[in-house]
């Protein structure tokens, strides 16, 4: 039986979904600076600002005297709490606005799923004291769940305001039939993003100076010797996976696009090929320049930016080729 979901509609959006998209897009934005906030917190080591209280500071509801640690980790918990009453406002406004089964319902109601799922690991990396200079295994484990469910939560926000231009269809059936190179794509995203995020807490907790005693071969060798900690043995690893899912995804997104510009495939792969060539770039010079924090700040904007152009890909590979290949005017 034919969904709402999957009705191949082209009329052209309403007011009320013009809005919605718009609401959609801003409210990705903020969660894109409460994940880089998410990140100067362990960077500055802010993670145990608030000691082990959650979701009160320090036994207090506003901490009156805090630390530098303290006033970073309990403004992230701010912007996080706030990122609640947007995201119930994204869900209300799907229910009003599309029917039910829709996709963009769909992807309203993920987009709250997550952000509790999000709200708990941080909750949990508090309470279990896998914050500031912890470095064991657990903390490295719980680290790329963590970025597991960013990714997940950024992808179906995107998604949910992406979908509510009606042009914009999606039937996975009659879709590009070579789709599922992108969904390779996204697997080889995630991959490569777990890797960095155990290489950025290395980078955190074992600050390195690549320059000193030798260079960075030197440095290297050093690194990978079985006296150095696992988080600094693991280093390397990001690296190389980065540089083969880089090359994949420029390769993949340029074979697919096709040749016509202006179409969504062409746009979004476009947008891929661009983001994810600047990525590799930036994270040559963040091993050149010893990961300095606002460079891990870049990196990872730029790591969500490929993520989410490939997340768009995707569904517009997913689309028939009678709107995926048809010049559609931007959502405004």
Same mark, same amino acid.
């Given at each position: 039986?034919?969904?709402? #979901? /999957? *009705?191949?509609?082209?009329?052209?959006?309403?007011?009320?979904?013009?809005?919605?998209?718009?609401?959609?897009?801003?409210? &990705?934005?903020?969660?894109?600076?409460?994940?880089?906030?998410?990140?100067?917190?362990?960077?500055?080591?802010?993670?145990?600002?608030?000691?082990?209280?959650?979701?009160?500071?320090?036994?207090? %509801?506003?901490?009156? /005297?805090?630390?530098?640690?303290?006033?970073?980790?309990?403004?992230?918990?701010?912007?996080?709490? $706030?990122?609640?009453?947007?995201?119930?406002?994204?869900?209300?406004?799907?229910?009003?606005?599309?029917?039910?089964?829709?996709?963009?319902?769909?992807?309203?109601?993920? =987009?709250?799923?997550?952000?509790?799922?999000?709200?708990? &690991?941080?909750?949990?990396?508090?309470?279990?004291?896998?914050?500031?200079?912890? =470095? /064991?295994? #657990?903390?490295? %484990? =719980?680290?790329?769940?963590?970025?597991?469910?960013?990714?997940?939560?950024?992808? &179906?926000?995107?998604?949910?305001?992406?979908?509510?231009?009606?042009?914009?269809?999606?039937?996975?059936?009659?879709?590009?039939?070579?789709?599922?190179?992108?969904?390779?794509?996204?697997?080889?995203?995630?991959?490569?993003?777990?890797?960095?995020? %155990?290489?950025?807490?290395?980078?955190?907790?074992?600050?390195?100076?690549?320059?000193?005693?030798?260079?960075?071969?030197?440095?290297?060798?050093?690194?990978?010797?079985?006296?150095?900690?696992? $988080?600094?043995?693991?280093?390397?690893?990001?690296?190389?996976?980065?540089?083969?899912?880089?090359?994949?995804? %420029? /390769?993949?997104?340029?074979? *697919?696009?096709?040749?016509?510009?202006?179409?969504?495939?062409?746009?979004?792969? =476009? !947008?891929?090929?661009?983001?994810?060539?600047?990525?590799?770039?930036?994270?040559?010079?963040?091993?050149? *320049?010893? !990961?300095?924090?606002?460079?891990?700040?870049?990196?990872?904007?730029?790591?969500?930016?490929?993520?989410t152009a490939a997340v768009l890909f995707t569904a517009v590979l997913g689309a028939p080729a009678e709107t995926a290949?048809?010049?559609?005017?931007?959502?405004?």
């Amino acid at each position: 039986m034919t969904t709402p #979901a /999957s *009705l191949p509609v082209t009329s052209e959006p309403t007011p009320a979904m013009r809005r919605f998209a718009a609401y959609g897009w801003g409210n &990705v934005g903020f969660l894109v600076l409460v994940i880089l906030w998410g990140a100067w917190v362990r960077i500055t080591h802010s993670g145990a600002g608030c000691g082990s209280h959650w979701p009160d500071c320090n036994g207090q %509801i506003i901490p009156l /005297s805090p630390t530098l640690e303290t006033f970073i980790e309990f403004t992230h918990r701010l912007t996080s709490g $706030l990122s609640l009453p947007l995201v119930i406002g994204l869900v209300v406004a799907a229910c009003r606005i599309f029917p039910r089964g829709h996709r963009v319902r769909a992807m309203s109601w993920a =987009t709250l799923g997550f952000l509790i799922a999000e709200a708990l &690991v941080g909750a949990g990396l508090v309470k279990f004291d896998l914050v500031a200079d912890n =470095t /064991s295994v #657990a903390r490295a %484990i =719980t680290a790329t769940f963590h970025l597991v469910n960013t990714f997940a939560l950024t992808a &179906v926000a995107a998604l949910a305001a992406w979908w509510a231009d009606p042009r914009r269809t999606f039937d996975w059936a009659r879709g590009h039939r070579h789709k599922g190179l992108a969904v390779l794509g996204l697997a080889a995203i995630l991959l490569t993003s777990m890797s960095g995020a %155990i290489t950025a807490l290395g980078d955190t907790l074992f600050p390195t100076t690549v320059f000193a005693e030798g260079g960075l071969f030197a440095k290297l060798q050093s690194d990978i010797s079985g006296a150095t900690h696992f $988080l600094v043995r693991l280093r390397i690893v990001h690296p190389l996976i980065a540089i083969a899912s880089g090359i994949y995804l %420029i /390769s993949m997104a340029a074979a *697919l696009r096709g040749e016509v510009k202006g179409t969504p495939i062409y746009r979004t792969g =476009t !947008a891929l090929m661009h983001l994810a060539s600047t990525q590799m770039a930036a994270g040559f010079v963040n091993i050149l *320049l010893a !990961a300095p924090g606002w460079m891990q700040l870049v990196h990872l904007l730029l790591a969500v930016g490929v993520w989410t152009a490939a997340v768009l890909f995707t569904a517009v590979l997913g689309a028939p080729a009678e709107t995926a290949e048809a010049p559609v005017p931007p959502l405004s």
